[in-house]
C-alpha cells in the first residue's frame, strides 16, 4: 500500500468483494483490538547479516542480537563481479539526474597536460595527489582521467567518495563495489585478504585522511593505482606514503572568458568582457565562479526582456520538459539592468538565489540547515510542500550552487557560508527538526529499503548533528526518534559508518531529553557494533551500562539481549569470569578474622556482631579461599549485610546486652546468700549489690591482683571452665597462660607469694578441677597442700561493702561474650539463688 494514499476501505466506505458479495464497513480500531497489538509483521524490519565468523539479527525493537554463526550456516563466498555488474553498480551509486532539459555541461579548458601526466603515472601503477582550491575543477578532472583509464586494469576504475569517510570505510566501499557478498560485512582479516587481490584505478574525491590512516590504506591495496582529490589544507600524508604531488591551479583570462561565453551561450559583449576580466583578477581563475557568473548573465538576460513579451512565471520557475528556449528581445526602453558588481560576482550566492523559485530558495534553506546537504529529489515536496518541489534541483544545479559529490548533490564550494552570512541559518532548527521527523517516518516504512536509506545517510546524519547540540524544545526528541528509525537500516543496509554516528548522537539527544529507555537502547547497539568490529572492551562497557540501565527499567527482553552478547563477549575475550569481579591481583586486601582470637592481655573480648555494629566498616565484595561452613556462612552475611543490616544488628546486640546485664546482676546479687559475711569479692568477680547502700556507688576496688596476704574475701570464685579458660574474661583478666606469668596460680583466683604460699600445680587443659564444700554452699576447687597451710582471711564487720556493678559492660563475670553466654558454668548460691 502506498503510503500516501489510502484505498477506500480504510476510510470506511463499502466495497464489493471478490465474489461479488456486498461491501462492509471496516471496524473502528478500540485499544484492545489487534491493530493496536504487536502490530502486522511489516513494521517490524528483521534483517540477519554475518559480520565475520558472528550472526547479526538487527531488531527494531528490542535491539540487535548477535551470536556465533552456527556450524554449517556460513555465508557464501564473495564473488567478484563482472564488468557489466561494476558499471551497473557504478550508475546506481551516482547522483541523480535534475529533472527538466539537461544542462550544457561546461567544457574541461586548459587541464590537458594535467590530464596527460594523471594518466602515464596511473598506466605506470603509481599513485597520485591531486590538490587545489575548493572550486578549481577537481571533480571534473577527475572524471575525465577516469574515462582514460577505464581499460588500464583488470578490475577497471572504482569512484568513490571521502567525504566524512575513514579508512576502514573506504576499504570496505571498494571492497563493495568490486566484490558481490549481500549480507554478509567481512572481517578486518577477511577484508585485507580481499582488496590485497583487487587490481584497479581507484579515485577519490573530497579525500579528509591523511597521515597513518592515509598510510594504512595505500598499504592494504598494493595492486591498486590510487588518484586522490584533496583540498590544499586537508591533511598531509605520511612520509611513506610514496604518492606523486600534482598541484591543480586556476584557469588563465583566456579560458575564463571562454567557459563564461560557454554558459551564456552567446558572444560577451565590451562592457562584460571587462567585468569579466575584474571577476578573474578577483577570483583568481576559479572555474566555479565563471559558471556562477555566467548564471548572473542569463538571469540578466532574462529580466531585461519586456514585461509584455514574458509571463511572471517566466522568471522565476523553469520551462517546461521540451519547450525551446525563451528568445531574448532586445532590451526595452527603461529595463536596463546593470551589470552585477565585483563582490556580487565574486559571492554569488544570494544574488542567484534571489531570482530563483519560491521551492528552490526553500530547498537552499534545507540545505544549509543540513550543513550544506542538499535532500534527494523525491524528498523535495515533502519537505517543501510544493508537489513539483523536484524540480528546484534543476534550477540550483543550472546555476552553479551545487556540485556532486558521490551518490547525492551539495552546496558547492563556498555557496554555505555566503548563505549564512544572508539570512539562510535564522530557522536552521526548525528545518532540520522538519527534515528529521520526515526521514524518520521515511526509514521506518517497509517500503524502503536499506540501501535507500544508506544512500540518503549524510543527509540524515547531517539533521542529527543540527538537532542535538540544540536547545530548543522538542530538538532533542526529534533526534532520539530520528536515530531510532535510521539506526537499523544503516545497519541492514551495511553503512555501518553512518550506523556509528546516528548511535552516538541518538545516545547524546536521549541523555539530553532524558529517555532512559532510549539510551539504554543505544548503549546496546553501540555494544553490539564494537563486539562486530574487533572491539570487545568497549563492547563489554556499552552492554553493561545498557544491562543497567534496562534493569532499573524492568525490561526484561532488552536485559536478556544485553546479557546474551555480553556472555559472547566474553568467551570471545578469553574473560570466562563475571565481568564485574576484579582480575586476579586487582582485589582490596580484605583481612578477615573468622573466629575470635585471643585478644592481648587486659583487651576485653567484644562479640562478632557488635564489632560490625560499632565500626561500620565498608563491605568489600573479593574472592576468598575455600573455609569451613560456619566461616563462609559469616562470610556470607558481611556481603550481604549493608547499612540497614548492621543498624538491626546493633539493635539486637543492644537489647541482648541490656537483657543479659540484668541477668547476670540478679545472679551475683542473689549470690552469697542472706549473711553479709558470704559476700566475698575475689579478682575476677565483681561484689554484688549490698542491700544496705539503698543503691549509693562505693569506691571501685583498685585494679590488678592484691598484694601478697591479703584477700578481699573468704572464698574463692568458682573454676572456669575448659571454653572459659581459653577466652578471656569481659573483665580483661588474662588468659591461664598470662595468668601464670604474672604469678598467679592457674586454675585459681589466689594470688601466690613466695613467703606466703607455694605455687600451686596448674589444672590439665580441657578439665575441670574438682570442687570442694567450704561450707558456705559455693564450690571451689581443692586446694593444694601449701594452700591447706596458709591462713583464710575472714571478713571482718569493718570491712566496706563492694561497690555495686556499674552497668552489664564494665560488669565483671564469668560472662565473657554473647556467644560464650552458655558456657558458663553458673555460680550456686544456696537456696536464694535458686529462688532467683
Known amino acids: 500500500m502506498d503510503p500516501t494514499h489510502r484505498e477506500t476501505e480504510e476510510r470506511g466506505q463499502g466495497h464489493d468483494g471478490p465474489n461479488g458479495e456486498g461491501g462492509h464497513r471496516r471496524p473502528s480500531r478500540d485499544s484492545g483490538g489487534p491493530d493496536f497489538g504487536p502490530g502486522t509483521p511489516q513494521q517490524v524490519r528483521v534483517v540477519q547479516l554475518t559480520a565475520g565468523d558472528l550472526l547479526l539479527t538487527v531488531n527494531p525493537v528490542d535491539g540487535s542480537e548477535v551470536e556465533a554463526v552456527p ?99 573506504l576499504l570496505h566501499a571498494l571492497f563493495s563495489t568490486v566484490y558481490a557478498a549481500p549480507a554478509h560485512r567481512p572481517d578486518r582479516d577477511e577484508l585485507l585478504a580481499h582488496v590485497r587481490t583487487i587490481g584497479a584505478v581507484v579515485t577519490i574525491d573530497d579525500l579528509e585522511i591523511g597521515g597513518a590512516a592515509l598510510d594504512e590504506l595505500l598499504a592494504a591495496t598494493p595492486e591498486c593505482a590510487f588518484l586522490l582529490a584533496a583540498a ?58 565563471f559558471v556562477q557568473a555566467g548564471s548572473l548573465l542569463v538571469q540578466r538576460d532574462r529580466l531585461r526582456a519586456a514585461p509584455e513579451t514574458l509571463d511572471d512565471a517566466d522568471y522565476f520557475q523553469p520551462r517546461p520538459d521540451g519547450a525551446p528556449p525563451v528568445p531574448v528581445p532586445p532590451p526595452a526602453e527603461g529595463a536596463e539592468l546593470p551589470l552585477p558588481s565585483l563582490g556580487e560576482g565574486a559571492a554569488p550566492a544570494l544574488l542567484l538565489a534571489s531570482r530563483l523559485s519560491e521551492a528552490a530558495r526553500a530547498t537552499l534553506r534545507f540545505a544549509v540547515a543540513l550543513g550544506g546537504e542538499v535532500p534527494h529529489q523525491a524528498h523535495l515536496p515533502a519537505l517543501v510542500g510544493d508537489t513539483h518541489a523536484d524540480a528546484a534541483l534543476g534550477e540550483l544545479a543550472t546555476c552553479g550552487l551545487l556540485s556532486p559529490a558521490g551518490p547525492r548533490y551539495r552546496l558547492a564550494a563556498g555557496i554555505l557560508a555566503q548563505l549564512e552570512a544572508g539570512g539562510y541559518e535564522d530557522d536552521a532548527v526548525a528545518h532540520a527538526r522538519t527534515a528529521a521527523q520526515h526521514y524518520a517516518w ?142 586476579a591481583g586487582d582485589e582490596a586486601p580484605v583481612v578477615r578474622q573468622e573466629a575470635p582470637g585471643t585478644p592481648p592481655a587486659g583487651v576485653a573480648a567484644v562479640p562478632s556482631f557488635l564489632r560490625n555494629a560499632a565500626e561500620e566498616r565498608p563491605t568489600v565484595v573479593s574472592p576468598q579461599p575455600a573455609a569451613a561452613p560456619a566461616a563462609r556462612k559469616r562470610a556470607g552475611g558481611t556481603v550481604l549485610g549493608g547499612a540497614r543490616r548492621n543498624l538491626a544488628a546493633a539493635g539486637a546486640g543492644a537489647l541482648l546486652i541490656a537483657v543479659l546485664g540484668t541477668v547476670v546482676t540478679l545472679g551475683v546479687t542473689a549470690d552469697g546468700g542472706d549473711e553479709p559475711g558470704s559476700r566475698n569479692v575475689t579478682t575476677e568477680q565483681t561484689a554484688p549489690e549490698d542491700p544496705a547502700d539503698d543503691g549509693l556507688p562505693a569506691d571501685e576496688p583498685a585494679e590488678g591482683p592484691a598484694p601478697a596476704g591479703e584477700t578481699t574475701g573468704g572464698e574463692t570464685s568458682a573454676a572456669p571452665s575448659a571454653s572459659e579458660s581459653a577466652t578471656p574474661s569481659a573483665s580483661g583478666s588474662p588468659s591461664p597462660s598470662a595468668s601464670a606469668s604474672d604469678g ?45 597451710e596458709s591462713p583464710d582471711p575472714t571478713p571482718t564487720d569493718d570491712t566496706p561493702p563492694p561497690p555495686p556493678p556499674q552497668n552489664s559492660s564494665s560488669a565483671a563475670g564469668p560472662v565473657e561474650s554473647a556467644g560464650a553466654s552458655a558456657d558458663v558454668p553458673a555460680e550456686s548460691g544456696g537456696p536464694d539463688e535458686a529462688a532467683a
Not at 594470688?751 to 600445680?761: F, I, L, N, Q
Not at 558456705?776 to 594452700?787: I, K, L, Q, T, Y
Request: glycine content about 10%; some cysteine; overall charge negative.
Open 232 to 289: 590544499s589544507d586537508a591533511a598531509t600524508p605520511g612520509v611513506d606514503a610514496h604518492l606523486e604531488e600534482v598541484l591543480l591551479a586556476g584557469l588563465g583570462r583566456g579560458a575564463s572568458l571562454a567557459l563564461l561565453e560557454k554558459v551564456v551561450e552567446r558572444p560577451l559583449t565590451e562592457e562584460e568582457r571587462n567585468w569579466a576580466g575584474d571577476l578573474w583578477f578577483e577570483s583568481e581563475g576559479l572555474p566555479l565562479r
Open 442 to 583: 521515511w526509514t521506518s516504512h517497509p517500503s524502503v529499503t536499506p540501501q535507500r536509506a544508506v544512500a540518503e545517510a549524510d543527509a540524515i546524519v547531517a539533521a542529527l548533528a543540527r538537532l542535538v547540540p540544540a536547545e530548543e524544545a522538542g530538538a532533542a526528541s526529534a533526534a532520539v526518534l530520528l536515530a531510532r528509525s535510521a539506526s537499523p537500516a544503516f545497519a541492514a543496509g551495511l553503512g555501518w559508518g553512518a550506523w556509528e554516528r546516528a548511535l552516538r548522537m541518538g545516545q547524546e539527544a536521549a541523555r539530553i531529553a532524558g529517555e532512559v529507555a532510549e539510551e539504554a537502547y543505544f548503549h546496546h547497539e553501540l555494544g553490539v557494533l564494537a563486539l562486530c568490529t574487533g572491539n570487545p572492551d568497549r563492547a563489554r562497557a556499552e552492554l553493561e551500562t545498557s544491562i543497567g540501565m534496562r534493569g532499573v527499567l524492568a525490561d526484561r527482553s532488552g536485559a536478556v539481549a544485553g546479557r546474551r552478547a555480553l556472555a559472547l563477549v566474553a568467551d570471545r575475550s578469553g574473560d570466562f569470569a563475571p565481568p564485574a569481579r576484579p582480575a
Open 71 to 169: 556450524p554449517g550456516s556460513g555465508p557464501a563466498a564473495p564473488v567478484r563481479r563482472t564488468p557489466a555488474e561494476r558499471a551497473d553498480h557504478e550508475r546506481a551509486g551516482a547522483p541523480p539526474v535534475p529533472p527538466g532539459p539537461p544542462a550544457p555541461q561546461p567544457p574541461l579548458l586548459e587541464r590537458e597536460e594535467e590530464r596527460e601526466r594523471l594518466v602515464r603515472l596511473l598506466a605506470r601503477g603509481r599513485s597520485v595527489r591531486l590538490t587545489g582550491q575548493p572550486g578549481s575543477g577537481r571533480t571534473a578532472l577527475l572524471d575525465a582521467v577516469a574515462a582514460d583509464c577505464a581499460d588500464l586494469a583488470p578490475d577497471g576504475v572504482v569512484r568513490l567518495n571521502g567525504r566524512g569517510r575513514t579508512a576502514g570505510d
Open 744 to 788: 598467679t596460680t592457674p586454675g585459681t583466683d589466689e594470688p601466690t607469694d613466695g613467703g606466703s604460699s607455694s605455687p600451686a600445680e596448674p589444672t590439665p587443659t580441657g578439665t575441670s578441677p574438682r570442687p570442694t564444700d567450704t561450707g558456705s554452699g559455693s564450690p571451689s576447687p581443692a586446694p593444694s597442700d601449701s594452700e591447706s
